[in-house]
């Protein structure tokens, strides 16, 4: 009996230990990371094994780049994220897949049978096939290498669309990087550096890496527990410039839509629902990247915390919270939303964007990339405008606080996507009554005829962020119909006035909403392009060599000219939009905006003739004064995108920068789309401008004017050519309607004949008669063979958007930091 007792002893203690051995033998000499997803490091061999215990169990997987390559025409900035994707892990005999489910296609019903018709109707993504390496009654491991040090982010591919080289991933000089390697309750954070080769690296790699051919990043990948539930998805609405999640619901009525579409948005809940003013349960915190120097810094907290005014004004206290980045955390670990202070060889926009968890809309983390150069750029258009260098002090203040109170609106800016909220092109007529927009400084003119800067960017936030919060954030009681509260928020805006037009209404060269437009001011886009014509005019009035500080090349005047000579350049596309432009909403039947409504005849002959002002040769000519000042680059100081184009070499050449300037103005005037909106409009109805009166008021003002001498003959000559330019391009575009293309041809037929008329040849030269001659010609080899034309445009301008992004300048070492 007690051999008996003694054996079944034994046997209980082999069981137990067999039990209790929760991972193979081969992992006791590898570093153990416990967290979610629980992994080892072998050291030997420069491998990770993830253990899986999760099975079938879904979670969030990102991919994001901790250091980046720093040239904005490639991208790959560093702090960079997504897209986030739900996974799960299968197993499947020897393998483990990495599953996505599609989300896209969904049936929203406790029909588990309706569930599965869609589920299988639809396909899936394997992102990933693991072999089992070993495993334990509950766990399996396998080796994940190979996963985490790939090229997820598609370098290779950014890279060879970018002109760039033939890059591909060298193994051999890739590894993990242990330092921002960790493992926490909820999330899992594996970081690699990974190195690409090329033997043909391009230029824009050639101006940032130390060895071309050798290029380093490092990605990061995460694996992060969704959160719970209890989370309840509010409805989209297309005039609230919320952002939105949208899938296909197959179990939705047949008298429902069958896409829905849920709102961006963090989770906030009351801690008293009842109470009128309640702090959160758990606030909206974000954090700014601690690279970023004073008073900058302080400026991107400042600017970021005027989103709570929004939340103070739907019942919270304290809801929005804006803190620098604890010193132990990582920017990119989900748990935190950051502003991330970015650096690039040459300017570029800034971002904000979200990891938002796909199946309900809720954003999970929110990230902004800053580029570092926006301040210097703003600090350069300032000091064209007000700045000055004496010898023995400066009087740049007043452009030192512009740009900080540009720095404010940014942060609150691109704070304001990750929050969910698209832009408002029409704040500016409102009042600047959004941070969604973006801002042109506003400038002033006092009764002294200097200029002012005082009012150049809003304080907090605008009464159209307040909407937008109100309609994401405020809470109801459940007696409340919910759908008609949200519409009444914005029903009630618009009522007070309040305007809204999108991204897909104003950014393209023919867009038609007049109040649409990035860069502007004003009420009206007209009355403030003659406000800024006049800006303009003043500040090149007072251009000097002042403009730039002592022992400052010459030369370098040209980059403060340049903003100056083109600080009208966005209002002109505002005030081109009114021409064959049209007042709309985004109403819904029964909702009580105004019908849509063709800009009154008058006013868009009025912007007609007011573009028409930017060409006139007097409006483009430079003085005397200032072309003398600006020398050929020295040494050290070479030719950049960011000045004007020349035709002259070494020389600064007023006549470019003239035909800049006009080519903007003729491309918007004679875009194609315009011009069948104009043809459309003046068929309906009689007195609106028609296509061909445009057209003949255009030539009017540019080949029928009166003779000029000089440099400003010379300046309308180049206007001419380049209107002929775009008249044949218009007349030879396949895209335009027949009857825009059939109108512009008999104009051109028109214009060749005058062209050998008495009154074309009036005051003739040796240089208006080669001129004559170069016109006509140009016009019968369109008219030979309109199909075989080449457009010729211009070289290109120097960049303008976004305003706030430039390149380096003279900046103090330290700046004040302005409350």
């Avoid at 309609?471 to 914005?490: A, G, H, R």
């Avoid at 575009?733 to 062209?755: C, G, H, I, S, T």
């Amino acid at each position: 009996m007690k051999r008996l007792l003694l054996v079944t002893l034994l046997i209980l203690s082999v069981g137990s230990g067999l039990l209790a051995q929760k991972t193979p033998p081969k992992f006791a000499q590898m570093k153990k990371y416990p967290g979610y997803f629980n992994f080892y490091w072998d050291e030997t061999e420069g491998k990770i094994f993830l253990e899986i215990d999760k099975f079938d169990t879904e979670f969030l997987y990102v991919v994001s780049l901790p250091a980046g390559l720093g040239s904005n025409d490639v991208g790959l900035d560093r702090g960079s994220m997504g897209p986030a994707k739900i996974v799960k892990f299968l197993r499947l005999g020897p393998k483990v897949l990495l599953l996505q489910p599609n989300y896209s296609f969904r049936a929203a019903t406790d029909n588990p049978f309706e569930r599965k018709d869609v589920e299988d109707a639809f396909a899936q993504s394997v992102i990933w096939g693991f072999k089992v390496d070993s495993s334990t009654e509950n766990s399996v491991f396998v080796d994940a290498s190979s996963f985490f040090l790939r090229d997820v982010k598609n370098v290779v591919g950014t890279l060879k669309r970018s002109d760039q080289g033939d890059y591909r991933l060298d193994d051999s000089r890739s590894a993990f990087y242990l330092a921002n390697t960790k493992n926490f309750p909820y999330n899992t954070e594996i970081e690699v550096l990974l190195t690409f080769t090329a033997s043909n690296p391009g230029n824009f790699v050639r101006s940032v890496a130390p060895s071309a051919e050798a290029l380093t990043l490092r990605l990061h990948h995460s694996l992060v527990k969704l959160p719970n539930v209890n989370y309840k998805p509010r409805a989209f609405d297309p005039r609230s410039a919320i952002s939105y999640t949208t899938y296909m619901d197959f179990a939705a009525p047949i008298d429902k839509p069958l896409v829905k579409k849920f709102i961006n948005r963090h989770r906030l809940q009351k801690k008293n629902p009842h109470a009128k003013i309640s702090e959160p349960v758990e606030p909206i915190v974000y954090y700014i990247d601690r690279g970023a120097p004073e008073p900058i810094r302080t400026a991107l907290i400042e600017g970021g915390r005027w989103w709570n005014e929004a939340f103070e004004a739907i019942g919270y206290r304290n809801a929005f919270q804006v803190e620098l980045l604890p010193l132990d955390a990582d920017p990119l670990d989900i748990r935190y939303n950051v502003v991330n202070w970015v650096h690039r060889s040459t300017r570029g926009w800034s971002s904000g964007g979200s990891i938002t968890d796909p199946r309900t809309g809720e954003i999970i983390k929110g990230t902004v990339t800053l580029g570092s150069q926006r301040v210097r750029q703003d600090f350069l258009i300032a000091k064209g405008l007000v700045g000055t260098y004496q010898k023995d002090r400066k009087n740049t203040s007043e452009a030192l606080e512009m740009a900080l109170l540009r720095i404010r609106q940014l942060s609150a800016h691109e704070i304001g996507h990750t929050l969910g909220y698209g832009h408002n092109y029409a704040s500016s007529v409102d009042n600047r009554s959004s941070v969604m927009d973006y801002p042109h400084p506003l400038i002033k003119i006092k009764d002294d005829g200097t200029l002012d800067l005082s009012d150049a960017y809003t304080h907090g936030i605008g009464e159209w962020d307040k909407v937008t919060v109100a309609y994401s954030y405020q809470d109801f009681p459940e007696n409340v119909d919910e759908e008609m509260e949200l519409k009444k928020i914005l029903e009630d805006a618009f009522a007070r006035g309040l305007h809204y037009v999108a991204d897909q209404n104003s950014t393209s060269a023919g867009s038609a909403h007049p109040l649409g437009h990035q860069w502007d001011n004003g009420t009206h886009p007209v009355d403030e392009l003659l406000h800024m014509m006049k800006v303009r005019a003043i500040a090149l009035g007072n251009f000097s060599e002042n403009k730039i500080p002592f022992g400052e090349p010459l030369a370098t005047l040209e980059d403060v000219l340049v903003p100056v000579y083109l600080s009208h350049r966005y209002q002109i596309t505002a005030a081109a939009k009114v021409l064959g432009g049209v007042y709309f909403n985004y109403q819904l039947r029964g909702g009580p905006q105004d019908h849509q409504k063709i800009v009154p005849p008058d006013e868009q002959r009025r912007a007609l003739q007011t573009l028409l002002k930017t060409i006139q040769p007097e409006n483009l000519a430079l003085d005397e004064k200032i072309l003398n000042l600006i020398p050929p680059r020295p040494p050290g100081y070479g030719q950049t995108r960011e000045l004007f184009p020349d035709y002259t070499g070494d020389t600064f050449d007023p006549l470019a920068a003239a035909e800049n300037v006009a080519n903007l103005t003729l491309e918007l005037i004679l875009n194609a789309q315009r011009a069948a909106r104009l043809i459309e409009y003046h068929a309906r109805n009689p007195q609106f401008p028609g296509l061909g009166e445009v057209l003949d008021t255009l030539i009017d003002a540019t080949f029928k004017a009166p003779d000029l001498s000089g440099l400003q003959a010379e300046i309308q000559r180049v206007v001419n050519n380049l209107t002929l330019q775009h008249l044949m391009r218009l007349a030879a575009d396949q895209n335009a309607p027949a009857q825009v293309r059939a109108v512009a041809f008999r104009k051109l037929f028109l214009l060749r004949l005058w062209l050998g008329t008495t009154d074309a040849r009036r005051n003739l030269d040796e240089d208006k008669e080669a001129y004559l001659y170069y016109l006509r010609a140009a016009i019968e080899r369109f008219q030979e063979n309109p199909d075989s034309f080449q457009f010729s445009p211009p070289p290109s301008a120097p960049p303008g958007a976004p305003i706030g992004a430039g390149k380096i300048i003279d900046l103090p070492e330290t700046l004040p930091i302005i409350k």
